[in-house]
């Protein structure tokens, strides 16, 4: 028996009449991050359309994820012949499309490949929906991020406040590495982390864990080593079958759905990305910005940091300028 044999088409009629939810595309959603992200999703009240796009497999997962019994309506999308009708009328789209790392390779190995493909998503959401809020998941991310712009700047549709890279898995390691030391609950923890997304550019700002906490020098030693080399902890543990998925599906729906309750208009929704920012003298830095209707609203100034953190922060800043400039050459190249 086919849908139409059904009356299925009343699920079509709720897909597109789907009003009261916002509509998310996840573009790399049959990966080891896509397929659980893509379940979060749909368990997620706020949407309540929810586009899986891939290179393979699309329709497998989407089969699979859509006998939830959840509200979204789900649709799958194969391969760059549908990679448009994926993206038409998006609010938000996630992009965790690329390859990850094995053991001994950094983020930048990464970039011949992931570039490319970041640029081709890119350019699609420019066409199909260029006012959609982009939140970049693949690496090298501290590249990433300027690559994206500079294709949306080429098709003269940027704006900065839509174009957000998820840093969100740093935040979510500090706070489990400090709540570990420090005996506490981690959802009662939040610790700051600015500047990128790869080794010493991952910048926790320990001296500003909320709530107050005073760590010896051994221990911020400690949490600032294993924070900026969490992603290379669990390279090395899977061994050559990939790197973080699943902390980083829960981390990119931490927030995105963050991302969904601003645009719905809720206050004060405040957490760390990598964005187009004038906090440093880099055109793109990590670090607090407050969410909103239109994306980031504002962005939050370091606040006062100490000599650990200001000599971590130059460190910082010249790996980044580095990779920032390697991501926007390969675009005006
Ligand atoms: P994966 O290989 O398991 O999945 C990637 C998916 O992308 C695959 O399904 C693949 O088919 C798809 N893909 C490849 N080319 C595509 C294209 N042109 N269009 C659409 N989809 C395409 O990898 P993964 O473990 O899911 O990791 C994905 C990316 O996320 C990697 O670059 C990884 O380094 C990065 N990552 C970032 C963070 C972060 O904190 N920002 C954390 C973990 C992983
Ligand atoms: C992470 O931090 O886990 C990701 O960036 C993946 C990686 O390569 O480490």
Do not use: W
């Not at 979204?72 to 499309?97: K, N, T, W």
């Amino acid at each position: 028996m086919v849908e139409e044999d059904l009356g299925l088409e009343r699920v079509n009629c709720r897909a597109k009449g789907a009003s009261s939810g916002f509509k998310v595309a996840i573009l790399g959603a049959a990966g080891g991050i896509g397929q659980p992200l893509a379940m979060l999703m749909k368990m997620n009240p706020l949407v309540s359309l929810l586009h899986l796009y891939d290179v393979v497999n699309a329709h497998g997962v989407t089969a699979d994820i859509s006998h939830m019994d959840t509200s979204a309506v789900v649709r799958g999308f194969l391969g760059q012949q549908q990679l448009e009708d994926a993206l038409i009328g998006m609010d938000l789209v996630i992009i965790p499309a690329g390859v990850p790392r094995k053991p001994g390779m950094t983020r930048d190995d990464l970039f011949n490949i992931n570039a490319g493909i970041v640029r081709t998503l890119c350019e699609a959401i420019a066409k199909c929906c260029p006012k959609a809020i982009v939140n970049i998941i693949s690496n090298p991310v501290n590249s990433t991020v300027p690559i994206a712009a500079e294709v949306f700047k080429k098709a003269g549709v940027f704006d900065p406040k839509r174009v957000l890279g998820v840093t969100m898995l740093d935040v979510v390691r500090a706070n489990t590495f400090v709540a570990e030391i420090m005996g506490l609950d981690p959802r009662e923890v939040d610790v700051p982390v600015v500047g990128g997304h790869a080794g010493v550019t991952i910048l926790p700002l320990l001296s500003q864990v909320k709530p107050s906490c005073s760590f010896t020098q051994k221990e911020i030693d400690y949490l600032t080593d294993r924070i900026q080399n969490g992603g290379t902890e669990v390279v090395e543990a899977k061994a050559g079958a990939g790197s973080a998925t699943l902390s980083m599906a829960y981390a990119a729906v931490k927030f995105a759905d963050a991302c969904l309750r601003a645009l719905r208009g809720d206050a004060a929704v405040v957490h760390c990305a990598y964005v187009a920012s004038e906090v440093t003298e880099l055109p793109f830095f990590a670090s607090k910005v407050r969410l909103g209707r239109n994306g980031v609203e504002e962005i939050y100034p370091l606040g006062p940091l100490n000599e650990y953190e200001r000599a971590g922060l130059e460190k910082a800043k010249k790996e980044l300028a580095g990779s920032i400039q390697k991501g926007v050459s390969f675009v005006k190249k």
